[in-house]
């Protein structure tokens, strides 16, 4: 097997995160597309896994900075192509992310994790964090 080259994508790339990012999110590939770009304003990047040339495995982040916990970077939607897991992709794509937090002088890396992923981040060094997670939903008008 080749080896695991991970990289910012570029944005004329979203379209292609888009194949891998579908087998988590239910969006299509053109809310997809406008989301990205959106997001791209306050810092987000699509980062991408290629083996021989073939994006396999994409994740977003987003550089933030809380009171709380002070400078951190949130992952957000890490997908491995199904065909591709558990072949160190995924491993891939959070030493890429710890070391770009490390690059910027942040203090830890953040995510939400599906429950059947919990034990994939806890392997890799994730503790679920004390503090609970509340949401509140806002209507519109």
Same mark, same amino acid.
């Given at each position: #097997?080749?080896?695991? @080259?991970?990289?910012? $994508?570029?944005?004329?790339?979203?379209?292609?995160? +888009?194949? @891998?990012?579908?087998?988590?999110?239910? $969006?299509?590939?053109?809310?997809?597309?406008?989301?990205?770009?959106?997001? #791209?304003?306050?810092? +987000?990047?699509? @980062?991408?896994?290629?083996?021989?040339?073939?994006?396999?495995? @994409? #994740?977003?982040?987003?550089?933030?900075?809380?009171?709380?916990?002070?400078?951190? $970077?949130?992952?957000?939607? !890490?997908?491995?192509?199904?065909?591709?897991?558990?072949?160190?992709?995924?491993?891939?794509?959070?030493?890429?992310?710890?070391?770009?937090?490390?690059?910027?002088? #942040?203090?830890?890396?953040? !995510?939400?994790?599906?429950?059947?992923?919990?034990?994939?981040?806890?392997? !890799?060094?994730?503790?679920? +964090?004390?503090?609970?997670?509340?949401?509140?939903?806002?209507?519109?008008?």
């Amino acid at each position: #097997m080749s080896a695991c @080259v991970v990289r910012r $994508l570029e944005t004329s790339e979203t379209v292609s995160a +888009y194949r @891998v990012i579908s087998q988590l999110r239910t $969006l299509d590939e053109d809310a997809f597309v406008r989301a990205v770009h959106r997001q #791209m304003f306050a810092g +987000y990047e699509l @980062v991408g896994a290629f083996l021989a040339g073939r994006l396999v495995g @994409v #994740m977003g982040t987003r550089p933030v900075h809380t009171l709380a916990r002070g400078a951190f $970077l949130h992952i957000d939607d !890490l997908v491995v192509d199904e065909t591709h897991r558990g072949q160190g992709i995924g491993r891939a794509l959070i030493a890429f992310a710890e070391q770009d937090a490390r690059s910027r002088e #942040m203090s830890a890396l953040f !995510l939400d994790s599906r429950d059947i992923a919990v034990p994939f981040y806890e392997n !890799l060094g994730f503790g679920l +964090y004390k503090s609970p997670s509340m949401r509140k939903p806002v209507s519109r008008g």
